[in-house]
Every structure is written in C-alpha cells, then in structure tokens.
C-alpha cells in the first residue's frame, strides 16, 4: 500500500495540520499554505498532539514531517506574535515550541522532514530537531530573525546542534540563506533530490527504516540523543549499558539469528 498524494481540496487552509498514514509510516502535514505554513499556536499545539499520539500508536514506525503548499515554513507566525505584545503572550508562544521541538526528539520513533522551498527561523529549527531530513534541490535555509531585530536564539538550539559552530554563527548573524546543497555539506540535511522526486524520496528512506526492529530504532534514537550531551567516558559508559539491554532483547535474538539462518527477520518489538 502506498501513500497517495493529498488532493487539492484537502490542502485548503481548513485545519492546520492534516495526517496520513500507510505502510507503518505517518506523514503530517503542515497545512497553512497562505500562511506559509508559519508555526502558529495552533499549529504547533496540533502537531505536539498528533506526536503524542503517535507515541502510543503501534501501527506506525516513522514519521514523515511534511508542508502543503511552495514553502516549507516560515517560522512563527509574526502577526500572532505582535498581535499581543506582552510577556505572558511571548513565553506562551516559545514555550509551546520548545515543547514540540523536544517532543520530535523524545518521540521513540524516527522524524524526517520533507522540506521544499523556504524553511526559516523556526522552520529551520523545526528541520534541524528532526532526526533526518530530505530536501528538494530548490530548498533554502536560514536563521534570518537578526535582520527584524529578533536574534533566533531558540532556532539557535537545534541549529547549533545539527552542524558546526562556525557556520550555525554565519547564519544567525548574517540572516542569508544558504542552498539546499550546502546545507547538506553542513549536515542539516542528509539528502538533496530533484523537486519531483522529493516525495518518493523520502517516503523510500521511511520504508527502509520502518522495515527495522521499532525496539531497537527507540533504543537507538534514545541514545544518540542522550550521549551527545556527555562527556566522552560517561558516553561509552552509558552506550555500553544501552548495548547490554539491547542484546538482552528479543529481537536482538532475532536479528542475529536470522542473520546466522540467512532468512528475513521477524520483529517482535520486544
């Protein structure tokens, strides 16, 4: 079974996030077109949900992060933002979006963006927390808070975290974008393909990994995230012991016996 592309009726700006699911793999659809697709409230609010619920869903295995419409995102949505210029409105806002960029990290599953046209400030944050990202050869990126006196110090999080030191500065100060080629030699993207290709694309490289034991993939994710932030003995301590549980597991069992048996293997999630 495979995912059919949305229709056009269905990518009108009616409801802010759309989900659709196929062969173990759900893809969430940011749906603010008009708005190019920028992370109001409610967007975010529904895309933390929708994370939450796939946590508990164990029909799906990977999640496709995708956008309707020309741009990816845009980032927060400007006019909610100053259309309430008090403390209380603002902590609200970014906190909200802390919560999902974490909740994409925490998620036991693996997120790959689907990224077309123009993912800025908190659209390049929302690229970089996700654990893989496929881009179309059109594709920009940038931080460009900095030129309307807003330094992106929350994309800054995820953005510092995805590549160099050096090159997450040259973005957030100079504002520029940069192309979809370079932000693969960055490491902010892991794929670049034709526009027309982008879709297929990625939705194969969900395949190939739903395809893997969801045990060890929320194992892995776990602690890859968890050992980039140790230092290097504490890393192998903790990698080593998350190693131990892993062999323990069935399917750990499986997967090696299989392999001795030269046949598929049968995931049992345990």
């Keep these: 079974m495979s995912a059919d592309p949305l229709p056009a009726a269905a990518l009108a700006d009616e409801t802010p996030l759309l989900r659709q699911d196929a062969d173990g793999v759900a893809v969430l659809t ?36 995708a956008a309707a419409g020309p741009v990816f995102c845009a980032g927060h949505d400007l006019k909610e933002l100053r259309a309430d210029p008090g403390r209380e409105h603002y902590e609200r806002i970014f906190a909200q979006c802390s919560a999902l960029m974490l909740a994409i990290t925490r998620l036991p599953k693996p997120v790959i963006a689907q990224v077309q046209g123009m993912a800025t400030a908190a659209g390049c944050q929302l690229v970089a927390s996700c654990d893989l990202a496929v881009a179309a050869a059109e594709a920009r990126f940038a931080t460009p808070g900095v030129n309307i006196g807003l330094f992106c110090s ?34 902010l993207v892991n794929r670049v393909v034709p526009p027309g290709g982008l879709a297929e694309e990625t939705m194969a490289l969900a395949r ?21 932030e140790m230092g290097l003995q504490s890393a192998y301590e903790y990698a080593s012991e998350v190693m131990t549980r892993n062999m323990l597991a069935r399917d750990a069992e499986e997967g090696i016996d299989a392999f001795i048996e030269k046949r598929p293997p049968v995931w049992q999630g345990r």
């Design 208 to 228: 190939q990994i739903a395809a893997k034991s969801p045990l060890t993939l929320a194992l892995g994710k776990e602690a890859f995230y968890e050992q980039a």
């Design 30 to 65: 940011l749906n603010r077109p008009a708005a190019r697709n920028a992370l109001s409230l409610a967007l975010m609010l529904a895309l933390e949900t929708e994370l939450q619920a796939i946590r508990q869903d164990e029909s799906v295995k990977v999640v496709i992060l």
């Design 154 to 187: 929350t994309p800054m999080v995820a953005l510092s975290r995805a590549v160099g030191r050096k090159p997450a500065m040259e973005m957030l100060l100079t504002g520029d974008a940069v192309t979809a080629d370079r932000a693969r030699e960055l490491g």
